[in-house]
C-alpha cells in the first residue's frame, strides 16, 4: 500500500509559540498561515504539521499521491482503493468520500488508540 507523504499533525496551544518552537529546531514553513491557524513546518523530509484548535490529539498523516514535497507521485495507491483495502482486512475506518475520484480522506485507529489521517488532496 503506497501511502504518500507522512508526517506528524500536532494539535498545538499557541501555534505562533510552537512555529518559534519548530524554527529553533531548524524547521521552515513549507505551507499553511498563522491567519489560518496551521503551519506545515519541514526539516529535510520531515514533516509537521501545526493546528490551533482544529481537533483534539495528534494524528499520523499520509497524503496519498503526494511526495514529501507536495509533488505529484506517478505511482500511488487512491483512497478509495486504500478504504476498500481497509474495509476486506477487517479495518474499521470513518470515510468521508464524496466522489469517484479526486480529493477524500479517511480516519482510523491503530489497536493502541493512536488516530491516523489518510487525507488525499489531488
Same mark, same amino acid.
Given at each position: 500500500? !503506497?501511502?504518500?507523504?507522512?508526517?506528524?499533525?500536532?494539535?498545538?496551544?499557541?501555534?505562533?509559540?510552537? !512555529?518559534?518552537? +519548530?524554527?529553533?529546531?531548524?524547521?521552515?514553513?513549507?505551507?499553511?498561515?498563522?491567519?489560518?491557524? +496551521?503551519?506545515?513546518?519541514?526539516?529535510?523530509?520531515?514533516?509537521?504539521?501545526?493546528?490551533?484548535?482544529?481537533?483534539?490529539?495528534?494524528?499520523?498523516?499520509?497524503?496519498?499521491?503526494?511526495?514529501?514535497?507536495?509533488?505529484?507521485?506517478?505511482?500511488?495507491?487512491?483512497?478509495?482503493?486504500?478504504? !476498500?483495502?481497509?474495509?476486506?482486512?477487517?479495518?474499521?475506518?470513518?470515510?468521508?468520500?464524496?466522489?469517484?475520484?479526486?480529493?477524500?480522506?479517511?480516519?482510523?485507529?491503530?489497536?493502541?488508540?493512536?488516530?491516523?489521517?489518510?487525507?488525499?488532496?489531488?
Amino acid at each position: 500500500m !503506497k501511502l504518500g507523504a507522512f508526517s506528524i499533525s500536532l494539535s498545538v496551544k499557541n501555534l505562533e509559540v510552537s !512555529k518559534n518552537f +519548530y524554527e529553533t529546531l531548524g524547521f521552515e514553513v513549507f505551507a499553511g498561515a498563522l491567519a489560518q491557524k +496551521y503551519l506545515i513546518m519541514k526539516n529535510g523530509d520531515s514533516l509537521i504539521g501545526l493546528f490551533e484548535a482544529m481537533f483534539e490529539g495528534n494524528l499520523l498523516t499520509f497524503n496519498p499521491g503526494w511526495d514529501q514535497n507536495a509533488q505529484a507521485l506517478k505511482d500511488w495507491n487512491d483512497v478509495r482503493e486504500i478504504a !476498500k483495502h481497509l474495509e476486506e482486512n477487517g479495518i474499521k475506518a470513518n470515510v468521508q468520500i464524496d466522489n469517484e475520484s479526486g480529493p477524500g480522506s479517511l480516519t482510523l485507529q491503530d489497536p493502541d488508540g493512536n488516530m491516523i489521517l489518510i487525507d488525499q488532496h489531488r
